[in-house]
């Protein structure tokens, strides 16, 4: 059963352009929604998170929106930037299990 | 201290052998968890502690696997007569309770072959 769903292996956008990454989630217990980014090789590093008593939330280029009704979350990046091509993973949280989906690859062309 | 490190990164195994991972968290975090990725899934949780006490193992988490954090401090993932279906990135992460919104640092990861 998976909680977490991305459904979008892939995406690829041309620099200076949004990209935005689309999250799915099932539990309406879930209380806390992040973002992360991961490099080969490398650990998720953290971008950004949501609680469930907002629906937006702005760091710098990114974005996170949460659609509680939809049960349903995004992260656009503007303008994206060669360097933000990674694989990027959201993660819900209800106590204190953090449940991730399967990653979107974002390719960002120069 | 600058982040969570893990030890070793990259671990070769044969099939049969016993490994160990060790884990450093945040200084101050009292939440650590430990996370297993293959390639093309996302983080599957396995097991976490807060403080010294393991609160939760996953089913994932077989006999072969056992978890410990002696102390509250660093932790330890050991992985009895390992299997090839072993083999994956095993990742900590920690994070400090009452910060309103819990974020999770991860580590590097231990990237784990058995043969």
């Known amino acids: 059963d998976q909680q977490v769903k991305q459904n979008s292996p892939s995406l690829s956008v041309q620099e200076g352009r949004i990209s935005i990454l689309n999250c799915d989630y099932t539990?309406?217990?879930?209380?806390?929604f992040l973002w992360y980014k991961k490099y080969p090789a490398e650990g998720p590093t953290f971008l950004i998170s949501?609680?469930?008593?907002?629906d937006k939330n702005e760091d710098g280029r990114f974005t996170v929106f949460l659609n509680k009704s939809a049960k349903h979350l995004s992260l656009h990046i503007v303008p994206s930037q060669p360097g933000d091509s990674a694989v990027y993973f959201c993660?819900?949280?209800?106590?204190?299990?953090?449940?991730f989906g399967t990653g979107t690859r974002l390719k960002v062309l120069a | 201290d600058t982040g969570v490190s893990q030890d070793p990164r990259h671990k070769i195994t044969k099939r049969g052998q016993n490994v160990t991972f060790r884990c450093d968290p945040i200084?101050?975090?009292?939440?650590l968890y430990w996370y297993r990725q293959t390639l093309g899934q996302g983080p599957e949780f396995l097991t976490y502690?807060?403080?010294?006490?393991?609160?939760?193992k996953s089913r994932l988490l077989s006999d072969r696997f056992s978890a410990e954090r002696p102390k509250g401090s660093f932790s330890t993932l050991e992985i009895q007569r390992t299997e090839q279906g072993d083999s994956a990135m095993y990742l900590c992460?920690?994070?400090?309770?009452?910060?309103?919104?819990?974020?999770?640092?991860f580590g590097s990861g231990t990237q784990l072959s058995v043969l």
């Open positions: 992460a920690s994070s400090l309770t009452g910060t309103g919104g819990e974020k999770l640092f």
């Open positions: 539990n309406s217990m879930f209380d806390y």
């Open positions: 949501i609680s469930s008593i907002k």
């Open positions: 993660a819900a949280s209800g106590t204190y299990k953090y449940i």
């Open positions: 200084s101050e975090h009292n939440r």
């Open positions: 502690f807060q403080n010294e006490a393991q609160l939760e």
